[in-house]
């Protein structure tokens, strides 16, 4: 029987780390893109070299490391400027993951998550995922937590949720979608159903040929 490989997204503030938090607890493997990103850029990597070619040195702390809050802003904005650090980074993301994902595999993984961001923006894995979860929240709460979260002002966080595709969006395009809107338990309840739907299509073999 064929592992499970899905896609899981959501938007900024959404909640979707708990939600990937929540899944590795009850038995998923996760491969998250953030850390992936992180680990392309680590001092002595290619692709940090690589960003400091294209943005200059300003964009290094002290200790080497990237200064991701000045990298932030310098492509916050600027679409060039992000698309150059995009065909940067993506393929860099994406050949890390791809080697996580065939460890998972080969190490017998009954569900495997992909954690990213930007599932449908970027399209990193959509031709491998079975499916994709997105968790939801609605934009009034959304808006709130961004504020709360990174201290920001009203229109600061609004400029943040329009540079995703919206969320609306996002659950459209999913197969499954976890609100969380509400309480953690509500949110847990739900991830706790679709995990039971998973195992038990598993167990009896509905969920593949």
Do not use: C
């Amino acid at each position: 029987m064929r592992q499970r490989i899905v896609g899981l997204t959501g938007g900024i503030a959404s909640g979707k780390s708990t939600v990937s938090r929540m899944l590795g607890e009850l038995g998923s493997v996760i491969i998250d893109a953030d850390v992936a990103a992180r680990h392309v850029v680590a001092p002595g990597s290619d692709g940090l070299a690589r960003i400091v070619e294209e943005f200059g040195k300003d964009v290094l702390l002290a200790d080497g490391t990237l200064n991701r809050k000045l990298l932030g802003r310098i492509i916050f904005g600027d679409h060039e400027a992000r698309r150059r650090l995009d065909s940067i980074t993506h393929p860099l993301i994406y050949r890390h993951m791809a080697q996580e994902l065939d460890r998972a595999i080969k190490a017998g993984a009954s569900v495997i998550i992909l954690d990213i961001p930007l599932l449908f923006e970027t399209g990193l894995f959509l031709d491998t995922i079975d499916e994709s979860v997105v968790v939801y929240v609605r934009p009034e709460v959304q808006l709130e937590r961004l504020m709360a979260r990174d201290g920001l002002r009203e229109e600061e966080a609004r400029q943040r949720i329009r540079a995703q595709l919206p969320l609306e969006e996002k659950a459209r395009r999913a197969e499954h979608v976890i609100d969380n809107s509400g309480s953690l338990e509500e949110t847990r309840r739900q991830v706790v159903r679709l995990w039971q739907k998973w195992s038990a299509e598993h167990e009896t073999g509905l969920d593949r040929p």
